[in-house]
């Protein structure tokens, strides 16, 4: 009821319009209260109206009303905040519906302070008093307020458990220790609890160094990823300029054969028009021949036109007849040729050069690389959908299977020639270019062969694979396996099956070689730098009819 009462006071004495608690009050003329600061606002609202009202009764006053501070308000405002406070720090005294209660408190029951093991009883600040004076009472063992103290009751006894019984890791009684524990490595709770500490000093001592290493962790992250940012800015900041420089270099031959094209275009354009000038001169003279002609073709007078036939019957030659030479027009169509074949060269640049960008930026890696896979089923999900090119293949093989299938065969394919055809016997290259981590396998028909990763730029006429530091190769038969990389041989034993996977981890630099049959066995695996995107190559035997498949595992 009292709190009830403090609430009722406060609503009476609260600003209506900032619905707290009056701050410097004053009464208008209608008897409603309010802030001073409140009503000259509300009152500033209205001044262009003219007439100001009250926002409770909305009574109107005119002129605007003086306004003078209430001292007994005021007052009575200062005490309702004192009586407030005392009420609200009394009432926090008092158990909540999450607070262990004082058990002894009637009544209202206040908060407990201190729960005893001994008396298995809570007790607020008043009622614990005794536990700190009287001599028996300073014994029992207190802690930290709880409701959970019954749990410390031994259920078939009805004891306080005061033991531990290691052999069954459970607390118990005394009565327990000569019942059913009888026997059992028995201990007292404070013993074990001794233990548990040293144990859990040992948890936390682990623990708060694996948040040391962590923390060091994260610093170091944090410093990379500035370092990643700084770096990737001046990437940005110097491919543009670079972009820029070239797109200048690109804009200034194209002035350059804009002006040349306009240049020239002057020049014949003038030779064209005074050549036409000097035509025109003679269209003119002959027109003035011709006339003459006419005139004297109609004279009577026979001897007249014999005397003046003879001096204009004579044509001279023209000079102009001989250097002109009418051709189809297409006097700059050769320069645009050579203009788009420049692009097309440019494009071409670019397109290689792009793939090795893209590459080293995919390439940049923070963290450690990811363990290779162990199970066939974890490479498979690296598996790449691989295609040979038949513009790399030698002329005596035959593809097949949507060109995932190279035979080699006696004879001559018929292919066409091609700058990126192999004339080793009896070689080709995979169409898509290789980065990341790619897994793919090849199925062997005969004899066997080479199965290799190679850079594209591999010589076509002399880079045997495994023979040069671009190319990498497996050798595969049924007698041995070799793997060879720059003329170097090694020598690999193992298990031998018809099948070859094969998986690149580009980033981390590794290629493996396994033989799968119902397991995988590694045959061999390389550590590396790779500079640059990798191919798929395969070479066959020379036996006809060897083929090598280049599986489908999607």
Sequence with gaps: ??????????????????????????????????????????????????IHSCPQCRQTFTPRPVLVKSIMLKTLVEELKKTGLQAAAADHCYAGPEDVACDVCTGRKLKAIKSCLMCLVSYCEKHIQPHYDVAQLKKHQLLEPSNNLQENICSRHDEVMKMFCRTDQQSICYVCTVDEHKGHDIVSATAERAEKQKELQGSRQQIQQRIQDREKDVKLLQQEVEAIKDSADKAVEDSERIFTELIRVIQKRSSDVKQQIRSQ??????????????????????????????????????????????????????????????????????????????????????????????????????????????????????????????????????????????????????????????????????RECLTGRCYWEVEWGGKGGYVAVAYKDINRAKGDFGYNDISWALLFNKNNNEFWHNSMKTQISGSQSSRVGVFLDHSAGTLSFYSVSDTMTLLHRVQTTFTKPLYVGLKLWYNYGDTAEICKLK
């Design 1 to 50: 009821m009292a709190q009830k009462g403090v609430q009722l006071d406060r609503e009476t004495f609260s600003c209506s319009i900032c619905l707290d608690l009056l701050k410097d009050p004053v009464t208008i003329p209608c008897g409603h209260s309010y802030c001073m600061k409140c009503i000259k606002n509300f009152w500033d609202g209205e001044e262009q109206k003219k």
């Design 265 to 430: 275009q002057q020049t014949e354009v003038s030779r064209a028009k005074e050549l036409q000038e000097k035509i025109e001169q003679e269209i003119s003279e002959l027109k003035r021949k011709d006339a003459e002609l006419k005139q004297l073709s109609h004279t009577e007078d026979h001897i007249q036109f014999l005397h003046s036939y003879s001096s204009l019957s004579a044509l001279s030659d023209s000079p102009h007849l001989s250097s002109i030479n009418i051709c189809p027009l297409r006097y700059f169509e050769d320069v645009t040729a050579a203009v788009s074949e420049t692009r097309d060269k440019l494009e071409d640049i670019l397109r290689e050069s792009w793939t090795n960008i893209s590459l080293m930026v995919t390439e940049v890696d923070v963290l450690l690389s990811q363990p290779e896979p162990k199970s066939r089923a974890a490479f498979l999900k690296y598996s790449r959908e691989i295609t040979l090119d038949p513009n790399t293949a030698h002329k005596q093989l035959f593809l097949s299977e949507g060109n995932r299938k190279a035979e080699l065969k006696a004879q001559n394919m018929g292919h066409p020639n091609h700058p990126e055809r192999s004339s080793i016997p009896f070689q080709i290259l995979s």
